[in-house]
DNA sequence: GGCATCCTGACC
DNA sequence: GGTCAGGATGCC
């Protein structure tokens, strides 16, 4: 599942190998995955460049020649790969944007839930990007910042970590870890954790993160880079799908229980509720 | 918050 | 054939 850490991998590689590249034609057997329309998305895409590309939350966002803004959003199988007009087909490829020099960028997603768009305006943009919570990694990610979200908030920590308009970034495999880290139950209410605890799930998210960025991200699914390589965090993973082994600080085993719909791994004893 | 929805593959 | 996997949205 890519979440910002796999995002930004993707990113960087981005930065270096697709910007100049130019988008000669479109390919796709699910036009549902191209927005407004597959027509709309070919008239605002084709004969234009790729100028710069940055990153909100999960989602990636172009820039081409002509000011012309296209988002991708990788959901949960999705994968963006840099491939040669004759590599070997990837398999569950449901877009190919052809580009100069022989590339292509093509857009592989199992699940069809990704999805490429094109933006009429900036006004959209704008309104999309301001519905996402503080982005980790910039100044207004501070502890005062956290301890003020988390107050008066009785849901459970966990769904309120993964809710992209409070944090931006952090899913399922992250949250899991951060909440390990600072030794706190998933379950928990937010607005019950001690200063100190604040201050230490605010550290470990951001150092789960880190970490997961410096590993080129987490390959327990379907996610690989740009490139096609698999991450290499999963061995740093400390409680994320390791129900019934032992605790790395306890060994207590950890158990996997169901929260806010999602499959949740925590340490019963460490992590207090 | 819960739950359904968008989808398909893996697994039992 | 049923369940699970989980990012985001939309309806309650």
Redesign the pocket.
């Known amino acids: 599942?890519?979440?910002l850490p796999e995002v930004e991998t993707i990113k960087r590689d981005i930065k270096t190998n697709l910007i100049g590249h130019k988008i000669e034609s479109v390919w796709t057997d699910w036009p549902?995955q191209l927005k407004p329309s597959q027509e709309e998305f070919e008239k605002a895409v084709i004969g234009k460049k790729f100028k710069s590309v940055s990153r909100r939350?999960?989602?990636l966002i172009f820039r081409l020649d002509d000011g012309t803004r296209l988002l991708m959003?990788l959901?949960?199988t999705g994968r963006i790969l840099y491939r040669s007009q004759n590599d070997s087909e990837d398999k569950?490829t449901h877009i190919i944007l052809k580009l100069d020099r022989g590339k292509e960028l093509r857009f592989a997603d199992?699940?069809?839930?990704g999805w490429m768009k094109v933006l009429r305006d900036e006004g959209e943009l704008d309104k999309l990007l301001s519905?996402f919570g503080i982005e980790p990694f910039t100044q207004d990610f501070t502890v005062e910042n956290f301890k003020k979200i988390l107050t008066n908030?009785k849901?459970?920590i966990k769904?309120?970590m993964?809710?992209?308009a409070v944090i931006a970034g952090v899913?399922?495999?992250y949250a899991d870890e951060s909440l390990w880290c600072a030794k706190i139950h998933p379950l928990r209410a937010?607005n019950t954790l001690s200063d100190q605890e604040t201050k230490e799930l605010f550290e470990c998210i951001q150092e789960a993160l880190k970490s997961g960025i410096k590993d080129r991200g987490t390959s327990v699914d379907t996610y690989v880079d740009f490139f096609g390589l698999p991450g290499q965090h999963e061995q740093n993973l400390k409680v994320f799908?390791k129900d019934g082994e032992p605790c790395p600080r306890c060994n207590t085993l950890i158990r996997?229980i169901?929260?806010?719909?999602?499959?949740t791994h925590f340490c019963p004893i460490c992590q207090k509720l």
């Not at 199992?110 to 839930?113: E, G, L, S, T, W």
């Not at 169901?258 to 499959?263: C, E, L, N, S, T």
């Open positions: 599942m890519p979440e549902k939350a999960k989602l959003h959901k949960l569950f199992m699940r069809k839930f519905e908030k849901a459970p769904p309120l993964m809710d992209q899913g399922n495999i937010a799908r996997k169901r929260v806010g719909g999602r499959g």
